[in-house]
Structures are given as C-alpha cells and as structure tokens.
C-alpha cells in the first residue's frame, strides 16, 4: 500500500502567519492516465473532514485562495497564507491514484 | 442543500454484525459514487469502503475485505455499510462521503459511532 508521510505532525502558527505542511509519499502519485490523484481535507475540532485541494493544486468550491496545493510525483506541499482561526484544525493529505486509497497521518495545525 | 445523515451505530459484542445506513438528500444520489470513512478515538482517518455510482463495483482494503460489504439503494438514495465479524479494532467513528470522481470527498456525514466490546 501506498503511505503517505505528513510533516510536521503539529505546526504551531500565530494567525496572520504562512503556515507548510508537507506530504511524501512511499511511491510517485501520477496514474497511468498522466494525472496526480492527491487531495487535501481540513477536520476542523469536533467536525467531519472537509475537502479543500483535488488533484493536487484545484481548490474545492468555496475554499479561499489563502489555500494553495503545490506539488508533483512523490513531493507535496499545501501552503496556508495568512493563517485564521477558522483554519485550525487537522489536515489530512489524501491518494486515490494507487488502490487502496491511503490518508496521510495528518498535521495538526495549532496556535502557538 | 447536499446531506448526508448516517445511523445504526452502536455498542456491539466482537464477532457480531452491525449495519450502517446513510441517507442522502439534495442531490441526484444515483450519479454518484459513495464511500465509507471511519476514524479510530483520536486517531486519523481511514478509507473502508468505496462503491460505483450504479452500485455494480465496490473496493475494500485488506482491513475488511471479507467482513465488510457496502451496498446502495438508488431508489432509496441511501447508502449502507453491512459489517460482520467486528473486532475491538473497528471502534470507530465512521463517516459516509460522496465521491466526485477523481475529485475528492466533497460532503461528508456527521459520522456515528460504533464500539466493539463485550
């Protein structure tokens, strides 16, 4: 199976900050169809997991710009300019090019 | 308004079964492939079942393969999530997801929770 490497596990940020997190996998991400199967989902304390980036760097509707996905073959990154309080949470990376699908550990992003 | 609403969860003996339900509503439920995701206490997330729009194809990883089995109702638009043979380790929170093809997740239920334990 595919694993899929979150860094850092908690990222302490102060609001108005940028804040990275990081994504590896075990095995490049590019389907045989020449896409990149990689999404990003934020669970917010004590809610379900929302989508925010599909295939790579497409925000999900209604995700602000502050999002930005990045990224190619193993090596990922989700960047979040100007972090707000509605950011907090735990973000997920997520790989539906290899069966099983796989989630990442997930990065708890926290105010410092 | 998209919603998804899960039910069925509970306290179960290892060994026994449980089913899940999740009814769907605000969308043409039939176009749609489904997906079930759960969360162990305080752990992260695991995807345990996915099935085809028309109901025809359905995925598990090896954590349930044989013990677990999804199926939908189109006319229903309900979704369901049969598991026998539960295990201590399948306590969770478990969460049904619209699938957009290649696309992501886009809605989520409130997830319900199932423990396994005598």
């Known amino acids: 199976d595919v694993v899929l490497t979150q860094t850092p596990v908690a990222q302490p940020v102060t609001l108005g900050d940028q804040a990275s997190i990081s994504c590896r996998s075990s095995q490049s991400l590019v389907h045989s169809n020449g896409n990149t199967y990689l999404e990003w989902y934020l669970q917010k304390p004590g809610q379900s997991p929302q989508l925010l980036i599909y295939?790579?760097?497409n925000r999900f509707s209604g995700v602000p710009d502050r999002f930005i996905g990045s990224g190619s073959g193993s090596d990922f990154t989700l960047k979040i300019s100007r972090v707000e309080p509605e950011d907090l949470g735990v973000y997920y990376c997520f790989q539906a090019t290899h069966d099983p699908p796989t989630f990442g550990g997930g990065t708890k992003l926290e105010l410092k | 308004e998209v919603q998804l609403v899960e039910s069925g969860g509970g306290l179960v003996q290892p060994g026994r079964s449980l089913k899940l339900s999740c009814a769907a509503s605000g969308f043409t439920f039939s176009s749609f492939p489904m997906a079930w995701v759960r969360q162990a206490p305080k752990k992260g997330l695991e995807w345990v079942a996915s099935?085809?729009?028309?109901?025809?194809?359905?995925y598990y990883p090896d954590s349930v393969k044989g013990r677990f089995t999804i199926s939908r109702d189109n006319a229903k638009s309900t979704l369901y999530l049969q598991m026998d043979s539960l295990r201590s380790e399948d306590t969770a929170s478990y969460y049904c997801?619209?699938?957009?093809?290649?696309?992501?997740?886009?809605?989520w239920g409130q997830g319900v929770m199932v423990t396994v334990s005598s």
């Open positions: 997801a619209r699938r957009r093809t290649y696309a992501g997740f886009d809605y």
């Open positions: 099935i085809s729009s028309g109901g025809g194809g359905t």
């Open positions: 295939k790579v760097s």
